[in-house]
DNA sequence: TTCATACTTCGACCGTAGCCGAAGCATATT
DNA sequence: AATATGCTTCGGCTACGGTCGAAGTATGAA
């Protein structure tokens, strides 16, 4: 009768409230600890300290400790990508938030997914890779071609590291603001990364939000046009 | 403070055992009616009629009357995919269903994974395909190559009529019972289908189950190895 | 019409699990 | 040692939601 890995444990751990702003939290990709994530999660330091616990039992998120604090982050790129799939699901039911924060607007504009750029300007930067024929799709599968590696290498990637290691180079996600999927995988990480170290574009401390400068801007729109 | 979607109303909707068995028993793609998912779920059809309106409330199900029958369907792929999600999730924190089934060694040798083959001989058929170059791996996305549409035409598939469709070609879906990959997307399913009209396989009516031939078996031995 | 089947709604029961106050450890700082 | 801070455990309260029996609606068959 009963078949199948038992999904429901799992969605039940993720269903409550408290652990699901705990989760969104750490989408940041940020390391938060106890204290932190109990504020973020509007609950006190006990019940959190209940919620990390379980979540740690089922291993979707990772501790370390660090003198009296607790660092926590999510327990790997899986439960990063379940978490991105029910936000879509989520955003596509309209269950959006009741209130929506004042923050919602630069949300919508840039922002962190797990590790990439996320967002309006997440988009932008597919749309242009796709255009420069940097990467090649094919079907909601994306692939990185030749000249994309050189591309890459010119841009100051050091794609032949990323080769080297075993996570996948290109993925697509789908943006619940925008319906419109951008880049995921290790290339769309690391040109984050990049982009931050040209000074393009900073990380608002404390949320996932992605500010750009006039400059970085500037660049952006330069080299991925709008 | 919160933002992004509201993750948690959605999977607090999976995280009810009654709920996830529906849902996991519509992965397999037929339409099914309530009292078939109430058996299926393991409660009366008075409370699947409440889990029911809650899922399709929350368009994570639709629902198709006929008569004084209503077939529920899944809502659409980004469901499917989140399920998937989840599923490889709970085989990864080892949560799997503490009794397994009697059709638990037919279900890891050969089953139906939403609308293609999974199990030991989705794994094998996913690796036949690669080792004569039909599809190729790049990261976790595949491609399907020029050479490996003109073997699909030679095997009897539609390809042409797939590539016209938006739905995507090839996709790689992990298997909980091994963790592998396996193929899905259009290919996938059309290929399940093949093989169906070849007299390979058949479906086994109420469950997941794929029951391959001895003829098919063979068949499918020849053309894939293993 | 009458009966049977498929599904829904109502009402009441019950259990689980989230929540916090308070006390208990553990690690740093003085 | 004494104090402060970060986190965990315990106990009891509460409430939300899943569950089923029973009654109510819709559709098809005799």
Redesign the interface.
């Known amino acids: ?17 408290a ?3 705990i ?2 939290a750490l ?1 940041s990709g940020k390391a938060l600890t106890a204290t932190e994530l109990a504020s ?1 999660a ?1 609950v006190t330091v006990q019940t959190a300290s209940t919620h990390l616990a379980k979540l740690e039992a ?3 998120i990772v501790c370390r400790k660090s003198g009296r604090h607790k660092y926590f982050t999510l327990g790997g790129d ?2 990063g ?3 991105e ?9 309209g ?5 929506t ?1 004042p ?2 607007d630069a ?1 919508r504009e840039a922002r962190v997914c797990y590790n990439h750029l996320a967002g309006a300007k997440g988009i932008a930067l597919y749309q242009g890779l796709l255009g420069q024929g940097v990467v090649v799709e ?7 071609t030749d000249q994309g590696a050189t591309w890459l290498r010119e841009f100051g990637v050091d794609v032949d590291g990323l080769m080297r290691s075993k ?5 697509t996600c ?1 943006d ?1 603001s925008a319906r419109q999927t951008h880049l995921a ?1 290790s290339v769309g990480r690391a040109l984050l990364v990049r982009m931050q170290d040209l000074g393009w574009a900073k990380r608002v401390e404390g ?2 939000v992605v500010q750009f400068t006039a400059r970085g801007e500037a660049a952006f729109t330069e080299v991925f046009g709008r």
Chains 1, 2 share one sequence.
């Open positions: 009768m009963k078949e199948g890995p038992d999904i429901s444990r799992i969605a039940a751990l993720i269903g409550d409230p652990r699901a702003n989760l969104t989408m973020e509007g089922a291993e979707m899986d439960v990508h379940a978490l799939a029910l936000m879509g699901l989520a955003a596509g039911a269950h959006l938030r009741m209130r924060g923050k919602d949300l094919n079907g909601d599968d994306v692939v990185l996570t996948p180079l290109c993925r789908l619940w995988g949320t996932r």
